[in-house]
């Protein structure tokens, strides 16, 4: 899948794989019916998915919100241990129906696991009954992709500014929000009276 990463899923044909391989082109065929099949079962091998599984299946009790770094942590990890091969999926994503509906399976399969999660914690009591947890879930992994994107294509990381070290700040920031707190008598929409009103 290197050779794809370079090439790109549509252009990287079975010949260029055997060959890159170093076998019959027969020989992936006797495997993998198609491209697809095999894109799949590499993106199976290479998924965060088996990874998730076992963070909250360890992490059943615990707060949220260190879940959550935990999960952006191993997320990020496993982009990064395959860095071309996943920014060729990302991009791939973009103009390839087929690639598309192969990752949205994968994205179906978490996001079931997860909001599960995200119903249990809400009958604990350690997140809000009403937090919209669909959206949330889409802003936290499209927010970690884009950042993955920006980071190797984009733009460079500015020294001693990795965002990998901001995982941290990252989901706190999506728990927390950037709203000062209120005083119990304090309007929503108040806004801070000037001097002269005083």
Do not use: N
């Given at each position: 899948?290197?050779?794809?990463?370079?090439?790109?899923?549509?252009?990287?044909?079975?010949?260029?794989?055997?060959?890159?391989?170093?076998?019959?082109?027969?020989?992936?065929?006797?495997?993998?019916?198609?491209?697809?099949?095999?894109?799949?079962?590499?993106?199976?091998?290479?998924?965060?998915?088996?990874?998730?599984?076992?963070?909250?299946?360890?992490?059943?009790?615990?707060?949220?919100?260190?879940?959550?770094?935990?999960?952006?942590?191993?997320?990020?990890?496993?982009?990064?241990?395959?860095?071309?091969?996943?920014?060729?999926?990302f991009s791939e994503m973009l103009r390839n129906r087929k690639v598309a509906d192969?990752?949205?399976?994968?994205?179906?399969?978490?996001?079931?696991?997860?909001?599960?999660?995200?119903?249990?914690m809400k009958r604990q009591g350690l997140i809000a009954r009403d937090a919209p947890?669909?959206?949330?879930?889409?802003?936290?992994?499209?927010?970690?992709?884009?950042?993955?994107?920006?980071?190797?294509?984009?733009?460079?990381?500015?020294?001693?500014?990795?965002?990998?070290?901001?995982?941290?700040?990252?989901?706190?920031?999506?728990?927390?929000?950037?709203?000062?707190?209120r005083g119990p008598t304090e309007r929503p929409n108040a806004r801070p009276t000037?001097?002269?009103?005083?």
């Open positions: 899948m290197v050779l794809a990463s370079h090439k790109g899923f549509d252009r990287t044909t079975i010949q260029d794989i055997s060959k890159a391989c170093g076998i019959a082109p027969g020989l992936i065929y006797h495997y993998f019916p198609s491209k697809k099949d095999l894109l799949s079962s590499v993106l199976r091998r290479y998924s965060f998915l088996d990874e998730l599984k076992k963070i909250l299946r360890e992490t059943k009790g615990s707060d949220p919100e260190a879940t959550f770094i935990r999960i952006a942590r191993r997320y990020w990890e496993t982009l990064e241990s395959r860095k071309e091969f996943f920014l060729m999926v192969l990752i949205g399976q994968m994205v179906q399969t978490s996001r079931s696991l997860l909001l599960r999660y995200l119903s249990r947890d669909d959206l949330f879930l889409r802003v936290f992994f499209s927010s970690l992709m884009m950042m993955f994107v920006a980071q190797h294509r984009l733009m460079p990381p500015s020294p001693g500014a990795r965002f990998p070290d901001q995982l941290e700040q990252f989901v706190t920031l999506l728990f927390k929000g950037i709203a000062r707190p000037s001097r002269k009103e005083r």
